[in-house]
């Protein structure tokens, strides 16, 4: 059989195991990512994962500014790929785009379809205290993240995991089931499904505020945003008017009688702290202008007494 001539496109560290699986599997035509960008202290321009990697692989990459302009779909038009394969890119595809493959669009998207569509599935699966998620392969359409699905793969979500330790196991289990959405295609083994929209949760961009800690909420639901927003962009709460970032945590029982956001009690490698029902117990945290620190070493700091209250 012939080998798929295909287009790869994708930006982040998650794409790079897919685009591994692509170069073993088919002939890539191009790699397209998103525009070298400033990054740092010195704002030096940076190459994406994914054009780090096309370039070990001597592929030819595209960067393309807006992908939907007339000149580069018909550039696209001109390859007449079989398949294009999209992977955290960061740009919505035209009509025109999706209608040039022969087979289509296919999207790897880090959830159980259609649970989480959006920007950040794996945080939001996190956050809302899900006991399980996944990858979803689909074939595009117009909509975000609405195609028809192809395959899944569940992992289970422990209570301490983290989003960077998810991401982790998402990212080399997109590769897998990519392999698997392509050997499938091609053979037209696969059937594909359509969504239940009313099943869908919205999983939207993330920003400073949404770590913003609402110590009236439970410790469970603290210590759900603090592990989902690990390792970006990290949940915060104020101590007499400055910053403090936290980053390992867990709920534990106890008296709640403090208002909460009270330090409740000191111990030799965490502090507790109130919240609307149980405590937060705080094992490692970020003081302002400093570095991560065990809560062990803050509490032999002196960095915080009990009585105080993060705001």
């Not at 059989?1 to 692509?22: E, H, N, Q, S």
């Not at 394969?85 to 959830?111: E, K, M, T, W, Y």
């Not at 030799?268 to 490692?284: C, I, P, W, Y």
Request: proline share 6%; charged share 25%; hydrophobic share 40%.
């Amino acid at each position: 059989m012939d080998r798929l001539k295909t287009i790869f496109m994708g930006t982040p560290d998650f794409a790079v195991p897919c685009l591994r699986v692509l170069q073993e599997k088919t002939d890539i035509m191009a790699v397209i990512t998103q525009p070298d960008r400033p990054k740092g202290r010195g704002h030096n321009l940076q190459a994406s994962p994914v054009k780090q990697a096309a370039l070990e692989y001597g592929l030819p990459v595209l960067q393309p500014e807006k992908i939907k302009t007339e000149e580069f779909t018909a550039r696209l038009e001109e390859m007449q790929p079989d398949l294009i394969v999209v992977v955290a890119f960061g740009q919505i595809l035209s009509q025109r785009i999706l209608d040039i493959p022969r087979l289509g669009c296919v999207n790897v998207h880090a959830s159980l379809l259609p649970r989480y569509r959006g920007a950040a599935p794996i945080h939001w699966s996190i956050i809302n205290g899900e006991e399980e998620t996944g990858v979803t392969t689909m074939l595009m359409d117009a909509g975000l993240d609405t195609g028809d699905m192809l395959l899944k793969d569940k992992v289970a979500i422990t209570p301490d995991m983290t989003t960077e330790e998810l991401h982790d196991k998402l990212m080399d289990m997109g590769g897998r089931l990519l392999s698997d959405t392509i050997d499938g295609l091609a053979a037209g083994t696969i059937v594909p499904e359509k969504q239940d929209d009313s099943l869908s949760n919205y999983a939207g961009m993330l920003n400073k505020e949404t770590g913003h800690i609402d110590w009236t909420k439970t410790a469970t639901e603290i210590h759900n945003l603090i592990r989902g927003l690990n390792s970006w962009p990290v949940a915060w709460g104020m101590l007499e008017g400055k910053n403090y970032k936290f980053w390992r945590t867990r709920a534990a029982e106890g008296d709640c009688s403090q208002p909460p956001g009270t330090v409740t009690e000191l111990g030799k490698n965490s502090f507790k702290v109130a919240t609307g029902k149980g405590l937060l117990e705080v094992l490692e945290l970020q003081p302002p202008s400093r570095k991560r620190m065990s809560a062990g070493d803050f509490v032999r700091g002196h960095g915080v007494e009990i009585g105080a209250v993060f705001s």
